[in-house]
């Protein structure tokens, strides 16, 4: 007898990017897939109609982000199986991606066989995790974290806010945001505020909508 296919649902916000993810797991024998969506909202709607056993999910989308999709997703289905597929490559985002119950993550420049492989795995409930990403979990790891408050701070700061804007967006006195900002530098071994965003950005700890 024949083994079922491995049912996915692919969720990405670019047409192009579904229509590619599609063609590369239509030429396996093995897999077919079965629904797309192209937001959180959708992606979360999907999982509960098709129920696949695996969700390709980008991070960025429309609306609800993939991060919230996953978490959406797994309140459905506590077992659901889903590998993160995304440009973000920052150890934050990897963090709170399997934080969120992801399986895996796989960055985009690694798709076909690295893909397929990859969903073979998850669908036989293993977590594999390349040497780099966890390399920069690692690394993640041995950093001072960031309070919820440092990051609401640090957000405003990469949308070019000043003290007093901060300080009334966040209901706080405009003396307490330059501590917040000290704390901020030291954690992220940078000693100005575009330094502080730079290495954000790359971490993945804010990001530019």
């Given at each position: 007898?024949?083994?079922?296919?491995?049912r996915?649902?692919?969720?990405?916000?670019?047409?192009?990017?579904?229509?590619?993810?599609?063609?590369?797991?239509?030429r396996?024998a093995?897999?077919?897939?079965?629904?797309f969506?192209?937001?959180?909202?959708?992606?979360a709607?999907q999982?509960k109609?098709?129920?696949?056993d695996?969700?390709l999910?980008?991070?960025?989308?429309?609306g609800?982000s993939g991060?919230?999709a996953?978490?959406?997703?797994r309140?459905?289905?506590?077992d659901?199986r889903?590998?993160v597929?995304?440009m973000?490559?920052?150890d934050?985002?990897?963090?709170?991606a399997?934080a969120?119950g992801?399986?895996?993550y796989?960055?985009k420049d690694?798709?076909?066989h690295?893909?397929?492989t990859?969903?073979?795995e998850v669908?036989?409930?293993?977590h594999p995790l390349?040497?780099d990403?966890k390399?920069?979990?690692?690394?993640?790891?041995?950093?001072?974290?960031l309070?919820l408050?440092?990051?609401?701070v640090?957000?405003?700061?990469?949308?070019?806010?000043?003290?007093?804007e901060?300080?009334?967006?966040?209901?706080m006195?405009?003396?307490?945001v330059?501590?917040h900002?000290?704390?901020?530098?030291?954690k992220?071994?940078?000693n100005?505020?575009?330094a502080a965003v730079?290495?954000?950005?790359?971490?993945?700890?804010v990001?530019?909508?």
């Amino acid at each position: 007898m024949t083994a079922p296919k491995i049912r996915l649902l692919c969720v990405d916000d670019h047409r192009i990017v579904r229509e590619g993810i599609a063609a590369i797991i239509s030429r396996q024998a093995d897999m077919t897939v079965v629904a797309f969506a192209a937001s959180g909202e959708e992606a979360a709607t999907q999982f509960k109609r098709f129920k696949p056993d695996v969700t390709l999910m980008d991070l960025r989308l429309e609306g609800t982000s993939g991060l919230h999709a996953i978490q959406a997703i797994r309140r459905e289905q506590a077992d659901a199986r889903i590998i993160v597929l995304t440009m973000y490559a920052g150890d934050e985002d990897i963090h709170q991606a399997l934080a969120a119950g992801a399986a895996t993550y796989l960055l985009k420049d690694s798709l076909s066989h690295d893909l397929i492989t990859t969903v073979r795995e998850v669908h036989a409930g293993g977590h594999p995790l390349s040497p780099d990403l966890k390399a920069k979990l690692a690394a993640r790891a041995a950093q001072p974290t960031l309070t919820l408050r440092e990051v609401q701070v640090l957000k405003l700061v990469a949308q070019g806010r000043r003290n007093k804007e901060i300080a009334a967006i966040l209901g706080m006195s405009v003396e307490t945001v330059p501590v917040h900002l000290r704390s901020i530098f030291t954690k992220l071994h940078v000693n100005e505020r575009t330094a502080a965003v730079n290495v954000a950005l790359r971490r993945g700890i804010v990001h530019i909508e």
